[in-house]
C-alpha cells in the first residue's frame, strides 16, 4: 500500500480542518436553536446536522488513519493527528449514532420541561427549575416545603428517564469499543491524557477530606439548632434537602443563619444589586470588563446581539441550563443563561465569560485544538476571575459591598475574614465530594460494576460516603435521584469541575504573584488581580495554547507546577481551617457521620 509522507500529511489535514469549521458551524447553529426553543422541528435540524457531522467525521476518519502518524516528526501534526483519530461517538452506525442523539435530546426536553407543584398552593403546577424552584430552595426555611420540592423534583425529572439512561450507557459504551476503548469511563477519562488520573484525584481528595468534614460538623450543627434534633441527627448524614441546593452540591444559600460572627457584615451582595437595579445584562458587561482590565479580549458585538441572558418570556421551552457556546468560525461566541440578579448568578456569568474568553484567546488554532488544556482548564477560567472579584476588597470598589468602619480593629477584621472565607467555602469545599462522587458513579456505570439493578442505591451509598447527607425519605430503586442533576441526562462529564476547583486555587495563586498581590506575606484570599496586565498577559498566555500542548505544559505556564496540587486551595482557606477546628471543639461536635438507616433498605 502506499506509504503517505509527512509533507503529504500537512496538505491533508490543512483541507480537513478548513472542511471541518464548516460542518462544526451547522451542528453548533443548529444545537443551539434546539437549546434556544425546545421544539419537534429544530429537533429534526439539529439530528439533520448531527449525523452530516458524524458521517463527514467518520469519512475523514477512514484517511487520516492512513497516515503513519505516530512516525511524524513534527509533533505538533503528530498531535493533530493523534487527538483527531479519537472519533468518538461518530463510531457509531447512522442509525445508533441518531438513536443516541435522540435518546440525549429527549432526555434533555423532558429535564428542561419537568415542573413541580407548590407546597403552599397545590393548584399551582407551573414551577419550573430555574428560576421558580432554584429560588424556593434558597429563601425556604420550611423543612416540609424543602422535602415536598425535593421529592417532587425527582419525580418529574429523574424517575422519568430510569429506562432511557439504560440505553444510553449502552451506546455510549458501543461508542468507546468502536474508539478501542474498553468502555465510555476509559474514553472519558482519556481526554487527562494522565496514566494515573483517577489515583490523583483520589489523593486530591485524602487530602481535602478532613477540611470538608469540619465544614459538614459546623454546618450540621447549626441545621440543627434551626430544625432541631429530630430532623438533624447530631452524629447523622446531612439530610440532604436542608442545604439550599437541590442537589446539595453548594451551601450558600443558607449562609444566613449560621454566619461564625453575625453580627459583623456578611458578603452577599443580592441586596445591593437589587437596589442599585443591576440587570442581567450589566452582570455580564461587569464581567467583560475586569477580562479587559487584564489586557484580555472584550465580547465581539454579535455576542451582545445573539446571546440569550435572561429567560424569555414567550413560554417557550428551552434548556435554561447556563452554558457558553463556541460555533468553531473563530468569531461567533455566546452564552445561553437565564439569569437572575443575584450573587450566585453574578459568579456563573463570571464562568460562563470564562468559557467565552477562552474561545476568543484559542480561535487561532486549528479546530482539535480549540479546546482546554483538559476539561477542567475550561471550567477554571471564569472562576479564576470570580475569586477576585468576591473579595470585600473588590466589591467595595465596585460600590456592591458598603465601606464598613467597623472593620477598623484587628479583631473585627479576623471576624470579618472569617465570615468571608466561610461563605466562599460553602460553595467550594461543600462542592468537592459532590462533583467526585458524579463520575465515580458513572465510572462504574460504564465499566459495568454497578448494573441497572441498584443504580440508584449506589447513588445514595456515594452521597453518604462523599457527602455525608441522606435523603429525607426513603428511596429505593424505584427511584432515579442522579438523573435529576443535569450533566447526567445531557452526557456531560462531571470530574472536569472537581478537578476547576482544585487548580483555579493554583491559578490564582500563580497569578496574584504575577500581579505582586502576594508581597509581604500577604494573604492569598485578599488577592485581587483586577488591571493587572501581567497577571493577565500571563492568564493569556496558557489560554492561547488551547489543547496544543498536554495540560501540564499549559499548567506550567501560570503555576511553575506540572501537577494537581491541592496545597494552594488549602493555603486559602488556611485561616477558616484553623477557626473551624477551634470552633468545632470548643462545642465538642462529632466529626463525620454515622451510617444513614434512611433507603434502600
Ligand atoms: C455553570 C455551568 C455550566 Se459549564 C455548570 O454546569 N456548573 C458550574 C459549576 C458546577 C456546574 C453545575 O452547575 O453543576
Ligand atoms: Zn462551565
Given at each position: 500500500p502506499k506509504v503517505y509522507s509527512e509533507e503529504e500529511a500537512v496538505t491533508f489535514y490543512n483541507n480537513f480542518n478548513e472542511q471541518i469549521k464548516v460542518y462544526c458551524n451547522r451542528n453548533s447553529l443548529a444545537r443551539w436553536n434546539y437549546d434556544s426553543n425546545i421544539t419537534d422541528f429544530n429537533l429534526q435540524r439539529k439530528l439533520e446536522e448531527g449525523a452530516a457531522f458524524a458521517k463527514f467525521k467518520k469519512d475523514s476518519w477512514q484517511e487520516l488513519i492512513k497516515y503513519p502518524w505516530k512516525y511524524f516528526n513534527d509533533p505538533e501534526l503528530k498531535r493533530k493527528f493523534k487527538l483527531s483519530s479519537v472519533l468518538g461517538t461518530a463510531a457509531l452506525s447512522e442509525d445508533d449514532f441518531k438513536r443516541l442523539d435522540t435518546i440525549i435530546s429527549d432526555m434533555k426536553s423532558t429535564y428542561s420541561k419537568a415542573k413541580i407543584c407548590s407546597f403552599q398552593d397545590?393548584?399551582?403546577?407551573?414551577?419550573?427549575?430555574?428560576?421558580e424552584i432554584t429560588e424556593l430552595l434558597k429563601v425556604s426555611r420550611n423543612h416540609e416545603e424543602l422535602r415536598h420540592i425535593w421529592i417532587e423534583w425527582r419525580r418529574n425529572s429523574g424517575e422519568k428517564v430510569k429506562e432511557t439512561y439504560k440505553e444510553y450507557v449502552t451506546l455510549k459504551n458501543k461508542a468507546a469499543k468502536l474508539n478501542d476503548y474498553a468502555d465510555n469511563a476509559a474514553l472519558w477519562l482519556g481526554?487527562?491524557?494522565?496514566?494515573d488520573f483517577r489515583d490523583q484525584i483520589s489523593a486530591l481528595w485524602v487530602q481535602l477530606k478532613p477540611l470538608y468534614q469540619q465544614l459538614h460538623a459546623y454546618v450540621r450543627r447549626h441545621l440543627r439548632l434551626k430544625y432541631g434534633e429530630e430532623v438533624v441527627?447530631?452524629?447523622?448524614?446531612?439530610?440532604?434537602?436542608?442545604?439550599?441546593?437541590m442537589w446539595a452540591q453548594?451551601?450558600?444559600?443558607?449562609v444566613d443563619f449560621m454566619l461564625p460572627y453575625p453580627e459583623r457584615q456578611s458578603t452577599d451582595v443580592t441586596p445591593n444589586m437589587i437596589k442599585q437595579g443591576y440587570t442581567p445584562l450589566k452582570m455580564f458587561k461587569l464581567s467583560e470588563e475586569f477580562f479587559v482590565s487584564l489586557n484580555l479580549s472584550a465580547m465581539p458585538e454579535s455576542f451582545w446581539e445573539k446571546s440569550i441572558l435572561e429567560k424569555p418570556t414567550d413560554g417557550r421551552d428551552m434548556v435554561c441550563h447556563a452554558s457558553a457556546w463556541d460555533f468553531c468560525d473563530s468569531m461567533d461566541v455566546r452564552i445561553k443563561q437565564c439569569t437572575v440578579v443575584n450573587q450566585k448568578d453574578l459568579n456563573t456569568a463570571h464562568h460562563e465569560m470564562g468559557h467565552v474568553q477562552y474561545f476568543l484567546q484559542y480561535k487561532h488554532q486549528p479546530n482539535i485544538f480549540q479546546r482546554g488544556a483538559n476539561s477542567g482548564f475550561h471550567e477554571a477560567v471564569g472562576d479564576v476571575l470570580a475569586l477576585s472579584v468576591s473579595t470585600p476588597k473588590h466589591l467595595r470598589a465596585i460600590g456592591l459591598l458598603e465601606e464598613s468602619?467597623?472593620?477598623?480593629d484587628k479583631d473585627a477584621e479576623r471576624e470579618a475574614t472569617i465570615n468571608y472565607l466561610f461563605s466562599i467555602a460553602l460553595n467550594k469545599i461543600a462542592f468537592l465530594p459532590f462533583a467526585y462522587q458524579m463520575d465515580l458513579w458513572r465510572w462504574d456505570v460504564f465499566e459495568g460494576k454497578t448494573t441497572p439493578e441498584n443504580y440508584n442505591c449506589h447513588w445514595w451509598r456515594l452521597a453518604e460516603q462523599f457527602q455525608g447527607i441522606e435523603p429525607p425519605v426513603d428511596r429505593s430503586e424505584e427511584d432515579f435521584d442522579v438523573a435529576s442533576k443535569y450533566h447526567i441526562i445531557a452526557d456531560v462529564p462531571y470530574i472536569r469541575y472537581f478537578v476547576s476547583f482544585v487548580i483555579q486555587f493554583q491559578f490564582h495563586k500563580g497569578l496574584c504573584q504575577a500581579a505582586g498581590?502576594?508581597?509581604?506575606?500577604?494573604?492569598?484570599?485578599?488577592c485581587d488581580i483586577y488591571k493587572s496586565t501581567k497577571a493577565g498577559n500571563l492568564l493569556g498566555s496558557m489560554l492561547q495554547l488551547g489543547q496544543s500542548k498536554p495540560w501540564p505544559d499549559a499548567m506550567e505556564v501560570i503555576t511553575g507546577q506540572r501537577n494537581m496540587d491541592a496545597s494552594a486551595l488549602r493555603e486559602y482557606f488556611a485561616p477558616l481551617e484553623d477557626w473551624l477546628r477551634a470552633e468545632n471543639e470548643r462545642t465538642g461536635e462529632f466529626i463525620g457521620w454515622e451510617k444513614s438507616d434512611k433507603y434502600c433498605l
Amino acid at each position: 500500500p502506499k506509504v503517505y509522507s509527512e509533507e503529504e500529511a500537512v496538505t491533508f489535514y490543512n483541507n480537513f480542518n478548513e472542511q471541518i469549521k464548516v460542518y462544526c458551524n451547522r451542528n453548533s447553529l443548529a444545537r443551539w436553536n434546539y437549546d434556544s426553543n425546545i421544539t419537534d422541528f429544530n429537533l429534526q435540524r439539529k439530528l439533520e446536522e448531527g449525523a452530516a457531522f458524524a458521517k463527514f467525521k467518520k469519512d475523514s476518519w477512514q484517511e487520516l488513519i492512513k497516515y503513519p502518524w505516530k512516525y511524524f516528526n513534527d509533533p505538533e501534526l503528530k498531535r493533530k493527528f493523534k487527538l483527531s483519530s479519537v472519533l468518538g461517538t461518530a463510531a457509531l452506525s447512522e442509525d445508533d449514532f441518531k438513536r443516541l442523539d435522540t435518546i440525549i435530546s429527549d432526555m434533555k426536553s423532558t429535564y428542561s420541561k419537568a415542573k413541580i407543584c407548590s407546597f403552599q398552593d397545590s393548584t399551582k403546577c407551573d414551577l419550573n427549575l430555574e428560576p421558580e424552584i432554584t429560588e424556593l430552595l434558597k429563601v425556604s426555611r420550611n423543612h416540609e416545603e424543602l422535602r415536598h420540592i425535593w421529592i417532587e423534583w425527582r419525580r418529574n425529572s429523574g424517575e422519568k428517564v430510569k429506562e432511557t439512561y439504560k440505553e444510553y450507557v449502552t451506546l455510549k459504551n458501543k461508542a468507546a469499543k468502536l474508539n478501542d476503548y474498553a468502555d465510555n469511563a476509559a474514553l472519558w477519562l482519556g481526554n487527562y491524557e494522565t496514566e494515573d488520573f483517577r489515583d490523583q484525584i483520589s489523593a486530591l481528595w485524602v487530602q481535602l477530606k478532613p477540611l470538608y468534614q469540619q465544614l459538614h460538623a459546623y454546618v450540621r450543627r447549626h441545621l440543627r439548632l434551626k430544625y432541631g434534633e429530630e430532623v438533624v441527627k447530631a452524629k447523622g448524614p446531612i439530610p440532604a434537602h436542608l442545604l439550599g441546593n437541590m442537589w446539595a452540591q453548594t451551601w450558600g444559600n443558607i449562609v444566613d443563619f449560621m454566619l461564625p460572627y453575625p453580627e459583623r457584615q456578611s458578603t452577599d451582595v443580592t441586596p445591593n444589586m437589587i437596589k442599585q437595579g443591576y440587570t442581567p445584562l450589566k452582570m455580564f458587561k461587569l464581567s467583560e470588563e475586569f477580562f479587559v482590565s487584564l489586557n484580555l479580549s472584550a465580547m465581539p458585538e454579535s455576542f451582545w446581539e445573539k446571546s440569550i441572558l435572561e429567560k424569555p418570556t414567550d413560554g417557550r421551552d428551552m434548556v435554561c441550563h447556563a452554558s457558553a457556546w463556541d460555533f468553531c468560525d473563530s468569531m461567533d461566541v455566546r452564552i445561553k443563561q437565564c439569569t437572575v440578579v443575584n450573587q450566585k448568578d453574578l459568579n456563573t456569568a463570571h464562568h460562563e465569560m470564562g468559557h467565552v474568553q477562552y474561545f476568543l484567546q484559542y480561535k487561532h488554532q486549528p479546530n482539535i485544538f480549540q479546546r482546554g488544556a483538559n476539561s477542567g482548564f475550561h471550567e477554571a477560567v471564569g472562576d479564576v476571575l470570580a475569586l477576585s472579584v468576591s473579595t470585600p476588597k473588590h466589591l467595595r470598589a465596585i460600590g456592591l459591598l458598603e465601606e464598613s468602619a467597623s472593620e477598623a480593629d484587628k479583631d473585627a477584621e479576623r471576624e470579618a475574614t472569617i465570615n468571608y472565607l466561610f461563605s466562599i467555602a460553602l460553595n467550594k469545599i461543600a462542592f468537592l465530594p459532590f462533583a467526585y462522587q458524579m463520575d465515580l458513579w458513572r465510572w462504574d456505570v460504564f465499566e459495568g460494576k454497578t448494573t441497572p439493578e441498584n443504580y440508584n442505591c449506589h447513588w445514595w451509598r456515594l452521597a453518604e460516603q462523599f457527602q455525608g447527607i441522606e435523603p429525607p425519605v426513603d428511596r429505593s430503586e424505584e427511584d432515579f435521584d442522579v438523573a435529576s442533576k443535569y450533566h447526567i441526562i445531557a452526557d456531560v462529564p462531571y470530574i472536569r469541575y472537581f478537578v476547576s476547583f482544585v487548580i483555579q486555587f493554583q491559578f490564582h495563586k500563580g497569578l496574584c504573584q504575577a500581579a505582586g498581590q502576594l508581597e509581604n506575606n500577604a494573604p492569598l484570599h485578599e488577592c485581587d488581580i483586577y488591571k493587572s496586565t501581567k497577571a493577565g498577559n500571563l492568564l493569556g498566555s496558557m489560554l492561547q495554547l488551547g489543547q496544543s500542548k498536554p495540560w501540564p505544559d499549559a499548567m506550567e505556564v501560570i503555576t511553575g507546577q506540572r501537577n494537581m496540587d491541592a496545597s494552594a486551595l488549602r493555603e486559602y482557606f488556611a485561616p477558616l481551617e484553623d477557626w473551624l477546628r477551634a470552633e468545632n471543639e470548643r462545642t465538642g461536635e462529632f466529626i463525620g457521620w454515622e451510617k444513614s438507616d434512611k433507603y434502600c433498605l
